[in-house]
């Protein structure tokens, strides 16, 4: 069965990632995955943690002689900050750090963030116990599982990459065709920006905001090309791609909206300006739907847009109350990033794979990935088989 888990606080001692349903005999070296979690340390904007950290994953399980096993994937990424934040995150119940107080206590949460939500949940009173695991850091763990995937979908022709398309307010010109390999283009950008223009300008209101205190949100669009026809289905509602890929992308922290294709704009045209017509050879004249149809892929470019929230901790605090008193005060300031949207970018490449490797698995099944490849030749000749007579391949 495939599935993933994650494991820890972001000033705890490191994170774990667990990934299951990996067949045996892919090819997987950690280079592959630091790879990917420096692409996500990146991108104008972040704070001073990213110069503390430098993630890098240990091998604990599933992976020998370079080859995965079919057994779990289990990754560890310490966290270097750690070492300043032992006395506070310390498990014990008696460390040195002494009493709640001295343990960098949390009592007036920021609005937007899982502080007060998570405290009351959880009847914690100090809102540390929640802001810890609602961290983003936790998305390493993600990005690390997420690579795993990339790694496997590559076997089957399947490319994932992304870029900034607004950030700050500033729309990012459309830039087409798409830059092949499009992360190449986008990773040269400090913003993950395929417009020069648009990027000066996105980082001009990043050094503004953080003059102002403040934080700043954006869009970015994930793209997956090479996706085989027919994963996910239309028989159940779980079982639909679309459904599962706008719930993987809104579980990044801070996302709150993702389209698919023409996404909201679809419901302001007439139908003769959405549908994605059916040439010979069972081409598309276009790619409005983003690479899905009924739950299923089309056999086009998948195309994702994800909307990330400005980040909720703000140097300059908004109104909240301390729970501590029930008085009005200012939202706690912790150290914090003014923007990460071009790191969302690749957080959402990884839970894009996830679900797409997913997918593929439960289509083509096989506990080593020669039966997988066999299951899924069959199936791509069965495909092209339909292909009507005389029509363009
Ligand atoms: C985060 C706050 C910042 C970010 C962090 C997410 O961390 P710190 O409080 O240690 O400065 O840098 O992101 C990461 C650590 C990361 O690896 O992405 C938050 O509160 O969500």
Redesign the pocket.
């Known amino acids: 069965m495939f599935r993933f888990t994650t494991a820890g606080e972001?000033?705890g001692r490191g994170l774990v990632a667990v990934l299951e349903g990996i067949p045996a005999g892919l090819p997987l070296a950690a280079e592959r995955v630091n790879a990917e979690l420096k692409r996500?340390?990146g991108g104008y904007g972040?704070?001073?943690?990213?110069k503390?950290?430098a993630?890098q994953i240990e091998w604990l399980a599933g992976v020998r002689a370079g080859e995965t096993l079919g057994s779990p994937i289990a990754m560890l990424v310490w966290?270097r900050?750690w070492e300043h934040w032992r006395d506070v995150m310390a498990p014990e119940a008696d460390a040195p750090g002494g009493d709640g107080e001295q343990r960098r206590q949390m009592t007036r949460p920021r609005p937007e963030?899982a502080d007060l939500a998570g405290s009351l949940k959880y009847d914690r009173q100090d809102a540390r116990d929640i802001?810890e695991r609602?961290?983003?850091?936790?998305?390493?763990a993600r990005v690390a599982c997420g690579a795993v995937c990339k790694v496997l979908l590559e076997q089957f022709g399947v490319e994932i990459g992304s870029h900034v398309a607004e950030l700050g307010g500033v729309t990012a010109k459309h830039h087409a065709p798409l830059p092949t390999p499009l992360n190449q283009a986008a990773d040269a950008s400090p913003v993950r920006c395929l417009d020069p223009e648009a990027e000066r300008e996105m980082i001009a209101r990043i050094d503004a905001a953080k003059a102002a205190g403040d934080t700043l949100g954006g869009v970015v669009e994930v793209v997956a090309l090479g996706v085989p026809v027919g994963l996910g289905s239309h028989v159940s509602w779980d079982a639909k791609l679309d459904g599962r890929l706008a719930q993987a992308l809104m579980s990044i922290?801070?996302v709150k909206g993702v389209e698919l294709g023409l996404g909201f704009e679809a419901a302001r045209r007439k139908g003769s300006e959405v549908h994605d017509e059916i040439l010979p050879g069972l081409a598309r004249a276009t790619n409005r739907a983003g690479g899905t149809e009924g739950g299923m892929t089309t056999g086009e470019p998948l195309m994702a847009r994800v909307a990330m929230k400005p980040?909720?901790?703000l140097m300059s605090p908004l109104r909240t109350v301390d729970l501590k008193t029930g008085s009005p005060a200012q939202a706690q300031s912790?150290?914090?990033?003014v923007t990460?949207v071009p790191?969302m970018g690749v957080i959402a490449e990884a839970m894009v794979a996830l679900v797409l490797a997913q997918a593929l698995l439960e289509k083509f099944g096989g506990d080593a990935l020669n039966e997988t490849k066999r299951n899924f030749t069959g199936y791509v000749a069965q495909v092209r088989a339909r292909t009507p007579k005389g029509a363009a391949s």
């Open positions: 972001s000033h996500r340390m972040r704070g001073a943690r990213m503390i950290e993630d966290n900050d963030h802001l609602a961290s983003a850091r936790e998305t390493v922290p801070a980040i909720s901790t912790e150290r914090s990033d990460a790191a």
